[in-house]
């Protein structure tokens, strides 16, 4: 008998334990939401360069292509922090032929990007300078959000995150005949900064560069529609669930 009241006595302390291991029943919804958003920025990446057979004269050659460039974007409207110098390289103009490596001088090249309030006549007005200008430019162009406009965006995709994901744990506790409990746990931003997380999942439009050889009405930009951007988030929310009364 004495050693039976042991056993009992273990098998006890062993279910009791193994209850408080269990986890509590959990259902776990994933919210999502979508926005189509018209994009607020216009970004312009415009690229020259210069090849001499001096070192310094190919600097020189795309320092004074820089000025100029520079000069015009002043008198189309342009201010100094609309404009940001994105790069710079020099060096040795090499090239291969029949297999062999050849070297014909130096070549400069830089980098200029234009960011600002997106307005169709403005983007307009400037590629028609561009076709106009004597500068050997090649240039590209995007539409994108604002910080500002992304924030205004970020808050709206997470409040319809949430709502989604209320709509989509209470479908499934009405069909499976239980009751929700308190809210567990809410996960947001897929384990890293959740800024950098939307910022990813943005898609723009990205047009390819535009050949200055074109003429104005070649290129088509009076009847530029620019697309929508369309932006996404999610919630993942955690709640506890009851056996209905």
Do not use: C
Request: hydrophobic share 40%.
């Amino acid at each position: 008998m004495k050693k039976l009241y042991f056993t009992s006595l273990y098998l006890l302390l062993v279910i009791h334990v193994f209850a408080q291991n269990q986890k509590p029943p959990l259902v776990e919804v994933r919210g999502n939401a979508s926005m189509q958003v018209p994009p607020d920025l216009a970004v312009i990446s415009i690229s020259f360069n210069s090849v001499e057979l001096a070192f310094n004269k190919a600097v020189k050659s795309v320092n004074e292509k820089n000025a100029s460039l520079l000069k015009q974007l002043e008198k189309l409207g342009f201010k100094n922090t609309e404009i940001k110098s994105n790069s710079f390289n020099a060096g040795k103009n090499s090239f291969y032929r029949n297999d062999v490596i050849v070297d014909s001088g130096y070549i400069a090249s830089q980098s200029v990007i234009l960011e600002f309030k997106y307005d169709q006549q403005r983007v307009t007005k400037l590629v028609d300078a561009f076709m106009e200008t004597t500068l050997d430019l090649n240039f590209q162009f995007s539409f994108i959000l604002s910080e500002e406009k992304l924030a205004e965006v970020r808050g709206k995709l997470i409040e319809l995150s949430i709502q989604n994901a209320q709509e989509r744990a209470a479908i499934i506790a009405r069909q499976s005949k239980l009751a929700l409990g308190n809210i567990q746990s809410i996960q947001y931003g897929y384990g890293y900064n959740e800024d950098y997380s939307l910022r990813e999942r943005l898609r723009y439009r990205d047009y390819a560069p535009i050949p200055l050889s074109a003429s104005n009405s070649d290129t088509g930009f009076s009847d530029l529609t620019v697309q929508d951007i369309e932006v996404s988030d999610e919630v993942i929310i955690s709640w506890l669930i009851n056996n209905k009364p």
